[in-house]
């Protein structure tokens, strides 16, 4: 139970500190997520930042220049995907705040 506890604490640490950096890079999060460690964002704000018409061009553009992985939205549904990222917070939190530090320099 108690590394359970520590496991929960630090995912929710990961997410609490994830979600409003992306939003700050001008992701929105429509959907916050309670207890998965994937985040599911509309890109479609950011995509005349990097010159792309879709998140399956986002992501490999964040590939490119930010060397983060994240998965376009065509991957997880038929709804407005081309407009979603998928983001997993399941790295350290020191991965992911290089990650935001990355994305954030991607797109200046």
């Given at each position: 139970i108690a590394e359970y506890e520590n496991r929960r604490t630090q995912f929710k640490a990961r997410r609490d500190y994830f979600l409003p950096a992306l939003r700050e890079l001008?992701?929105?999060?429509?959907?916050?997520?309670?207890?998965?460690?994937?985040?599911?964002?509309?890109?479609?704000p950011l995509f005349a930042k990097l010159n792309?018409?879709?998140?399956?061009?986002?992501?490999?553009e964040i590939m490119r220049?930010?060397?983060v992985a994240i998965t376009p939205g065509r991957d997880f549904g038929t709804d407005s995907t081309a407009n979603f990222v998928r983001f997993s917070t399941a790295s350290s939190m020191?991965?992911?705040?290089?990650?935001?530090?990355?994305?954030r320099a991607a797109l200046c």
């Open positions: 001008g992701f929105n999060i429509p959907v916050e997520p309670d207890g998965a460690f994937y985040v599911y964002a509309d890109a479609s792309v018409k879709d998140s399956w061009d986002f992501a490999f220049r930010a060397h020191l991965d992911l705040q290089t990650a935001i530090a990355r994305i």
